[in-house]
């Protein structure tokens, strides 16, 4: 039985090691075959970019014609029209994935070392003592690091047309993971910086480079063609949302069905497809993450586990969870609670919108990081809206992992303590507990920097609750009941539990009452707008009733029994 390349994303070594291996190499033919000279393929993580990236690579690269061929003997693109492009052009290829530097300067430092090693297999051409005495030069300040970050942007069209003279032959460029240093500069401060920087990067390579034959760059997000891309009139975009190598990352149904067969895995396949399918990508509507797959496949007596989650670090998904507003933290709980949510996606992300919690941007976001997925799309009156939700068991896992810590803000109280209380109707005990979380969950700096704190606290709070409960817990936002919308409402999916709560939160205005007064008005608010009636439809008769008011770090609670 062959091995998984478990993390092994270096096409040469998976074929000559023998390891398992899902053929996608008619993505060859499908680039090849496209009209596209310049192609941005956005993926979520884990999704097979790198070893798709690193096949286009031993397929087409020039110095290792003979070498490389035989590692295509028994894949589909051997018996393609395409195979007479195979080994017949000089490529450039990089991954950016690990340029994930505090500054800017380490980052170019990182970028330039980069390079260094990629033309360590150029040896014979960079040194050539007949290659222009610029090019000469360039090469030697690259070598001792003195490269300007202007200069250093240059690299990618001054190589094409030097690689294109040598062989005689137009360019491949291929460019992984192109996203990983701008979402580390936005991280880090230092994003105007890198930004410029790329856009140079990458223009030089594929805006109107005539040395180029195919460029091909993969991501995770697809960064707004104003900030990176400008000037790319020729760049063909093709995301998740997009027809065109639809099937060629990620694995479809059947391709998981003959792997576990191949393993002689037995399991219940409807219990795989609820853990690891779910992504609609195109018009295929069953593909599986294959990092997922293989290490499910890898460990089967262990049982299914969340193995995506575990992969990469989730800051920039988490922070934007914490700043969630209103509409989005609804949408949330929404998914959360498995619903499907009709929702424009903003399809570039604007990182500055990120700042500004723009609900479209950051959807997308969700979407282009494989944390959605799409159900169905329509266009209204030219306004494209997705049916959003989250794909399966492993993905809502990773949400409630990263929801639950919303509750963990504060350093003075616990998450179980304010869960326990509020569970056992312990009026006092919730009381205290709430209030110290809400005083103490986020820093005086954060209040000072943001007008809307009580609101993000509020709306953390929420899903903080969502993620915790919402296994034994029906718990909904803003739902309609009564004469009205709830703020929360909580009841137990067991119906032999009598229990229930509405919670209500009311901010001070300049017109509003002093805070015991309000959250007075919040208590009044839900027996006047009879919120509790979806309870005792629900035979829910051991009510709790909670009115929170608050003003920036002041915060009054009063609760009430029916």
Same mark, same amino acid.
């Given at each position: 039985m062959k091995k998984y390349p478990i993390g092994i994303s270096d096409f040469k070594r998976v074929i000559r090691d023998d390891y398992y291996f899902v053929d996608k190499s008619l993505f060859i033919e499908e680039i090849v075959e496209s009209s596209a000279t310049s192609i941005l393929l956005p993926r979520p993580r884990r999704f097979g970019k790198t070893l798709n990236m690193s096949m286009l690579h031993a397929f087409f690269d020039i110095k290792k014609e003979e070498e490389n061929k035989s590692l295509f003997d028994h894949l589909k693109i051997r018996k393609s029209d395409v195979w007479k492009h195979q080994g017949k052009y000089p490529t450039v290829y990089l991954s950016l994935k690990d340029i994930k530097e505090n500054s800017f300067s380490s980052a170019l430092l990182k970028i330039t070392d980069l390079l260094k090693e990629f033309l360590k297999g150029y040896q014979n051409i960079i040194d050539n003592p007949n290659l222009d005495t610029d090019d000469l030069k360039y090469f030697d300040k690259l070598k001792s690091n003195q490269l300007t970050s202007s200069e250093l942007s240059t690299f990618l069209i001054k190589f094409s047309r030097i690689l294109h003279d040598y062989y005689q032959q137009r360019v491949i460029i291929l460019i992984d993971e192109y996203d990983s240093c701008v979402i580390k500069s936005w991280e880090a401060g230092y994003y105007d910086e890198?930004?410029?920087?790329?856009?140079? +990067?990458? /223009?030089?390579?594929?805006k =109107?480079?005539?040395?180029? +034959?195919? !460029?091909?760059?993969?991501?995770? $997000?697809?960064?707004?063609?104003? /900030?990176?891309?400008?000037?790319?009139?020729?760049?063909?975009?093709?995301?998740?949302?997009d027809h065109d190598y639809a099937d060629k990352f990620g694995l479809t149904e059947q391709e998981v069905k003959q792997l576990l067969e191949d393993g002689q895995i037995d399991v219940p396949f409807e219990d795989v497809k609820s853990w690891?399918?779910?992504?609609?990508?195109g018009t295929h509507s069953d593909i599986y993450n294959p990092w997922s797959i293989l290490s499910f496949a890898n460990k089967p007596k262990q049982g299914f586990r969340p193995y995506w989650v575990n992969t990469s670090a989730n800051e920039l998904i988490e922070e934007l969870l914490t700043n969630a507003n209103a509409d989005l933290e609804k949408k949330l709980t929404g998914f959360i609670d498995g619903q499907v949510m009709e929702c424009e996606v903003e399809e570039t992300t604007i990182f500055q919108d990120l700042d500004a919690g723009n609900e479209k941007t950051?959807?997308? $976001?969700?979407? +282009?990081? !494989?944390?959605?997925?799409?159900?169905?799309?329509?266009?209204?009156? !030219?306004?494209a809206y997705h049916g959003l939700r989250i794909p399966n068991i492993e993905v809502k896992t990773v949400y409630r992992q990263m929801l639950q810590r919303l509750l963990s803000k504060s350093t003075v109280v616990s998450e179980s303590t304010i869960l326990t209380a509020l569970l056992d109707q312990n009026a006092k005990d919730f009381e205290i507990a709430l209030s110290e979380y809400l005083l103490h969950s +986020?820093?005086?700096?954060?209040?000072?920097?943001s007008g809307s704190l009580p609101e993000k606290v509020y709306h953390a709070f929420i899903l903080g609750l969502m993620a915790h409960l919402s296994s034994k817990y029906i718990v909904k936002s803003n739902p309609e009941t009564g004469l009205g919308r709830? =703020?929360?409402?909580?009841?137990?999916?067991? /119906?032999?539990?009598s229990r229930g709560w509405i919670l209500e939160f009311k901010k001070l205005r300049p017109s509003s009452p002093p805070l015991p007064e309000l959250a007075k008005d919040a208590i009044k608010q839900i027996h006047d707008s009879k919120y509790i009636t979806t309870l005792k439809e629900n035979n829910k008769t051991d009510i709790m009733l909670v009115g929170v008011a608050f003003d920036g770090k002041e915060v009054s609670c009063l609760t009430e029994f029916l």
């Amino acid at each position: 039985m062959k091995k998984y390349p478990i993390g092994i994303s270096d096409f040469k070594r998976v074929i000559r090691d023998d390891y398992y291996f899902v053929d996608k190499s008619l993505f060859i033919e499908e680039i090849v075959e496209s009209s596209a000279t310049s192609i941005l393929l956005p993926r979520p993580r884990r999704f097979g970019k790198t070893l798709n990236m690193s096949m286009l690579h031993a397929f087409f690269d020039i110095k290792k014609e003979e070498e490389n061929k035989s590692l295509f003997d028994h894949l589909k693109i051997r018996k393609s029209d395409v195979w007479k492009h195979q080994g017949k052009y000089p490529t450039v290829y990089l991954s950016l994935k690990d340029i994930k530097e505090n500054s800017f300067s380490s980052a170019l430092l990182k970028i330039t070392d980069l390079l260094k090693e990629f033309l360590k297999g150029y040896q014979n051409i960079i040194d050539n003592p007949n290659l222009d005495t610029d090019d000469l030069k360039y090469f030697d300040k690259l070598k001792s690091n003195q490269l300007t970050s202007s200069e250093l942007s240059t690299f990618l069209i001054k190589f094409s047309r030097i690689l294109h003279d040598y062989y005689q032959q137009r360019v491949i460029i291929l460019i992984d993971e192109y996203d990983s240093c701008v979402i580390k500069s936005w991280e880090a401060g230092y994003y105007d910086e890198m930004i410029t920087f790329m856009r140079g +990067f990458l /223009s030089g390579g594929f805006k =109107d480079n005539d040395y180029l +034959f195919k !460029g091909i760059i993969t991501g995770i $997000l697809r960064v707004a063609k104003e /900030s990176i891309f400008s000037g790319l009139n020729n760049l063909e975009v093709n995301t998740v949302l997009d027809h065109d190598y639809a099937d060629k990352f990620g694995l479809t149904e059947q391709e998981v069905k003959q792997l576990l067969e191949d393993g002689q895995i037995d399991v219940p396949f409807e219990d795989v497809k609820s853990w690891y399918n779910g992504y609609k990508i195109g018009t295929h509507s069953d593909i599986y993450n294959p990092w997922s797959i293989l290490s499910f496949a890898n460990k089967p007596k262990q049982g299914f586990r969340p193995y995506w989650v575990n992969t990469s670090a989730n800051e920039l998904i988490e922070e934007l969870l914490t700043n969630a507003n209103a509409d989005l933290e609804k949408k949330l709980t929404g998914f959360i609670d498995g619903q499907v949510m009709e929702c424009e996606v903003e399809e570039t992300t604007i990182f500055q919108d990120l700042d500004a919690g723009n609900e479209k941007t950051v959807l997308g $976001l969700l979407l +282009f990081n !494989g944390y959605l997925t799409t159900t169905f799309s329509k266009n209204i009156d !030219g306004i494209a809206y997705h049916g959003l939700r989250i794909p399966n068991i492993e993905v809502k896992t990773v949400y409630r992992q990263m929801l639950q810590r919303l509750l963990s803000k504060s350093t003075v109280v616990s998450e179980s303590t304010i869960l326990t209380a509020l569970l056992d109707q312990n009026a006092k005990d919730f009381e205290i507990a709430l209030s110290e979380y809400l005083l103490h969950s +986020f820093s005086f700096h954060d209040v000072q920097h943001s007008g809307s704190l009580p609101e993000k606290v509020y709306h953390a709070f929420i899903l903080g609750l969502m993620a915790h409960l919402s296994s034994k817990y029906i718990v909904k936002s803003n739902p309609e009941t009564g004469l009205g919308r709830a =703020d929360l409402m909580i009841y137990p999916k067991d /119906s032999k539990d009598s229990r229930g709560w509405i919670l209500e939160f009311k901010k001070l205005r300049p017109s509003s009452p002093p805070l015991p007064e309000l959250a007075k008005d919040a208590i009044k608010q839900i027996h006047d707008s009879k919120y509790i009636t979806t309870l005792k439809e629900n035979n829910k008769t051991d009510i709790m009733l909670v009115g929170v008011a608050f003003d920036g770090k002041e915060v009054s609670c009063l609760t009430e029994f029916l």
